[in-house]
């Protein structure tokens, strides 16, 4: 099984400044034949089911601000939100679906300082 | 605009069954596969299990093999998980989730609200 480790498990960082997430996978999930690294990061709000912001590990989903964005190929991936917005507090989880069983990082908790 | 309703949670003894829907709309339901994907209470995501398109391809978590069979309808544009031989650590909200792509190994692009199971005497 691919293990996905973030880091940090916890964040708070000031309206405006940039938070920065990573995410190692135990293995690489980058598919030679396509050159796609298979990683997406989700967004989950309180009581809220998680919302994709990012696939194919730099790809925005459609209608996610631009001031998220992905980076990363390999084993290593960052999920960076360039000014923090209150509305952007919530948990991040990264995700590869290189290979079966898919799994999930256990998740960064993003709050304001 | 896409929607996707899970029903069927609720409380069930250890060694139950369950059995739960999710009824798809706004998309055409049988040209992407689909997925259940666990959260216990208080903790990260789990993956469960994925079917193809068609409904031919099925993949499941260890945890879960044996027990647990996905299965869709698209006649009906409905999604089924049958759980059986609950335990207690299979108590979650389970969301009922679509993939971006036919095959299933896709991204997921859309999840719908979930629907809280609880395993208890």
């Known amino acids: 099984d691919i293990v996905m480790t973030q880091s940090p498990d916890s964040l708070a960082v000031s309206l405006g400044e940039r938070a920065t997430i990573n995410c190692k996978s135990s293995?690489?999930?980058?598919?030679?034949?396509?050159?796609?690294?298979?990683l997406a990061w989700y967004q989950q709000k309180l009581g809220q089911p998680p919302k994709l912001l990012i696939y194919?590990?730099?790809t925005r989903e459609s209608g996610v601000p631009d001031r998220f964005s992905g980076s990363g190929s390999g084993t290593d991936f960052t999920l960076t939100i360039s000014s923090l917005q209150a509305e952007d507090v919530a948990v991040y989880y990264c995700?590869?679906?290189?290979?079966?069983?898919?799994?999930f990082g256990q998740g960064t908790k993003l709050e304001i300082k | 605009e896409v929607q996707v309703v899970e029903s069927g949670g609720g409380l069930v003894q250890p060694g139950g069954s369950l059995r739960l829907s999710c009824a798809a709309s706004?998309?055409?339901?049988?040209?992407?596969?689909m997925n259940w994907v666990r959260q216990a209470p208080g903790k990260g995501l789990e993956w469960v299990s994925t079917?193809?398109?068609?409904?031919?391809?099925?993949h499941y978590a260890d945890s879960v093999k044996g027990r647990f069979t996905i299965s869709r309808d698209n006649s009906k544009n409905t999604l089924f998980l049958q759980m059986n031989s609950l335990r207690a650590e299979d108590t979650a909200v389970y969301y009922c989730?679509?993939?971006?792509?036919?095959?299933?190994?896709?991204?997921?692009?859309?999840w719908g609200q979930g629907t809280l199971v609880t395993v208890s005497s």
């Open positions: 293995q690489s999930v980058l598919y030679f034949s396509n050159n796609e690294n298979y």
């Open positions: 079917i193809n398109g068609g409904g031919t391809i099925t």
């Open positions: 194919w590990a730099s």
């Open positions: 989730a679509k993939c971006r792509g036919y095959s299933g190994y896709d991204d997921v692009d859309y």
């Open positions: 706004g998309f055409t339901f049988s040209t992407y596969a």
């Open positions: 995700h590869q679906y290189y290979s079966i069983p898919y799994t």
